[in-house]
């Protein structure tokens, strides 16, 4: 990938707003421009897998009718739909789409997910708002605005966390990072991109996330309202719409998270799930799946499983499952399946599986208690510790194990491309999860990125 040497990353105005208008993909290092590229393939696998449930079903539908496109507004398709919205809409229909399959990346100081509403509002814009610039269609503009929102998102939730006092959902501080790329998709002047941030602050959904975790359903983690939110702010922002100051960027007590920007790249610290459901129940189903495989555990002889975990985490108590959603949002089920089967893919969070006899009994007899220790390691650190009782007394306990996928532990190559084969192949057919692939793979270097492969149903 060839760089510009005449400008390094430090040369760019420090600045939000200039960071939002000046990064150019010259400024980019590999690595960030290389974990670009992986955040929009798993994204798409995601989405593609997400298009078989019914929230994505709802959730289009819902855009098509009522977030429709009109009056000079020009349109946006819909991920893997070939249906169209406004801009916001098809926003809100993507990220509602890759929220369904709770497999997208996320960044734990955050406790949620970024690229859930990043890639669909840029896409979006790319689409329709600037479909007819050149500059915005190219993989390289495409690739940039995805590192901006994420650099965006990011500090936006991490000072979001650090300055309210219950935990919102995603949707409250991704928007911000949406009305970011509109921003800069459509050339807003500074001005009217502090006011677009601000617009996307105020009417983010700041939702109660443990609500979700209690009592799991479509609402998911708001990340749909706050790809719509933030698409709006940056359009109404371009009309003169006023709401400036986003407080979480300009407030004395949280712009030291911004300063480094265009140093520090925060989107090399996310991480990627090696499984479709919450992440704070991976480490207790890594745990599982080590015990099975250590010890050749035959899954009808365990009578009782307890797992120590994490305050958080121990919330996901759904115990026998009736749709997908309370399926991603347990512990003990997903932990039971990975007993029963020695995985947890689609198919273990599909309704075919909340029937399944023996997973339902050992989700049954999951015991969850909280670990001081973890707790204390929370965010940052994931923990969970699994101790099986078997029938004739045998006791075996795990080692204290996390997940992987982390920035430290990260999920290998072949498996990032595995898992998007996984997901995508089923519903797109393998030929065209493979066009897909090559075109993410090749973003840096394209002129004119094959959109429609993203697009059509």
């Keep these: 990938m060839e760089r510009n040497p005449s400008k390094a990353p430090g040369s760019m105005t420090t600045s939000v707003v200039g960071f939002i208008h000046e990064l150019s993909f010259a400024d980019l290092p590999e690595p960030v421009v290389r974990q670009a590229q992986t955040c929009i393939l798993d994204l798409l696998g995601v989405a593609a897998a997400g298009r078989r449930t019914r929230l994505s079903g709802i959730a289009h539908r819902h855009a098509i009718r009522y977030m429709a496109a009109g009056h000079g507004v020009p349109s946006a398709r819909l991920l893997f739909d070939g249906g169209t919205a406004s801009p916001a809409g098809a926003a809100f229909a993507g990220a509602a789409t890759i929220d369904a399959f709770d497999a997208h990346d996320g960044h734990a100081l955050t406790k949620g997910h970024a690229g859930v509403a990043v890639l669909p509002a840029v896409l979006g814009f790319a689409d329709a708002v600037q479909a007819e610039k050149d500059r915005s269609r190219t993989g390289r503009s495409l690739l940039t605005a995805v590192v901006v929102g994420y650099e965006l998102a990011i500090r936006a ?18 928007a911000i990072a949406c009305a970011a790329v509109g921003a800069r998709m459509m050339g807003l002047e500074g001005e009217a991109t502090r006011h677009a941030l ?9 939702s109660p996330m443990m609500r979700c975790i209690d009592h799991p359903t479509m609402l998911k983690d708001g990340s749909s309202w706050g790809a719509f939110s933030g698409v709006t702010g940056a359009l109404l922002a371009s009309d003169g719409f006023t709401g400036a100051p986003a407080m979480l960027v300009e407030d004395a007590g949280t712009v030291h998270l911004w300063a480094d920007l265009g140093s ?7 991480y990627f799930k090696p499984h479709p459901v919450c ?20 899954p009808e002889r365990i009578e009782c499983i307890r797992v120590e975990t994490f305050h958080e985490a121990a919330r996901l108590a759904a115990r026998t499952p009736a749709t997908t959603e309370e399926a991603q949002y347990s512990l003990p089920f997903p932990v039971a399946a990975a007993a029963v089967r020695g995985r947890v893919g689609a ?42 009782l078997l029938d004739d007394g045998t006791s075996l306990t795990s080692d204290p194990t996390t997940t992987r996928g982390d920035p430290d532990s990260p999920l290998s190559p072949a498996e990032m491309t595995g898992k998007f084969r996984e997901l995508a192949n089923p519903v797109l057919g393998e030929t065209r999860a493979g066009r897909l692939e090559a075109l993410v793979a090749a973003l840096h270097e394209s002129a004119s990125p094959e959109m429609a492969l993203m697009f059509a149903g």
């Design 157 to 174: 939730g991490i000072a979001l966390h650090a300055t309210a006092c219950d935990y919102h959902t995603s949707g409250a501080w991704n």
């Design 279 to 298: 992440r704070w129940a991976q480490p207790a189903i890594e745990a599982m799946l080590n015990l099975r495989r250590r010890h050749d555990v035959r």
């Design 347 to 388: 198919e273990e969070i599909a309704p075919e599986a909340f029937t399944d006899s023996l997973i339902l009994r050992l989700s049954r007899s999951v015991e969850l208690t909280e670990c001081a220790e973890f707790n204390a390691r929370f965010p940052a650190e994931r923990w969970a510790r699994v101790t099986l």
């Design 264 to 270: 520090r790249w925060r989107i090399l610290e996310q």
């Design 198 to 206: 601000g617009i996307a602050e105020f009417h983010g959904p700041r």
